[in-house]
């Protein structure tokens, strides 16, 4: 459960991923497709190759619903609901590579904000991807 200073450390630090919804995202496809090659097949479609531009466009969608969730923490279910519909119903994305997602968003993240990656910033992401993820996955129940 995501406490009052959860939120607070989420709100500060999501200040430094804006400007880089795209950069951020497109790294941690990437991380994922090479960490976890068995995701490619949800991209059939998709040029995979570094940098591509598909790969940019879709990385930029996952943090820019992050991002709404960030704001909707309070009501995220309902803020993500077309979100949830979309991965389940249309994607029929297995549940796991939400977490699979979500970690490599983690190293993205300590990358790229060095020492503002700090284990309260660390432990609030985990706590906030991980309510993502579940929420995600409510329709698959």
């Known amino acids: 459960v995501l ?8 709100q500060q630090t999501w200040e430094k991923v804006l400007g880089h ?4 995202g497109a790294e941690a496809l990437e991380r994922m497709f090479i960490t976890y090659p ?69 190293v993205v993240l300590a990358v790229h904000l060095k020492d503002q990656y700090t284990p309260d910033v660390h432990r609030a992401y985990d706590k906030f991807l991980s309510a993502v993820g579940d929420m995600l996955a409510e329709k698959y129940r």
């Open 3 to 10: 406490t009052h200073e959860d939120c607070e450390l989420l």
């Open 21 to 24: 919804q795209e950069d951020f």
């Open 38 to 106: 068995q995701t490619k097949t949800y991209f059939p479609h998709f040029d995979l190759h570094h940098g591509s531009e598909q790969i940019r466009n879709h990385g930029r969608k996952v943090v820019n619903a992050l991002g709404e969730a960030v704001k909707n923490m309070d009501h995220m279910s309902t803020a993500s609901g077309e979100l949830s519909n979309l991965h389940a119903y249309n994607l029929r994305v297995d549940p796991v590579n939400f977490k699979l997602l979500s970690e490599c968003f983690e």
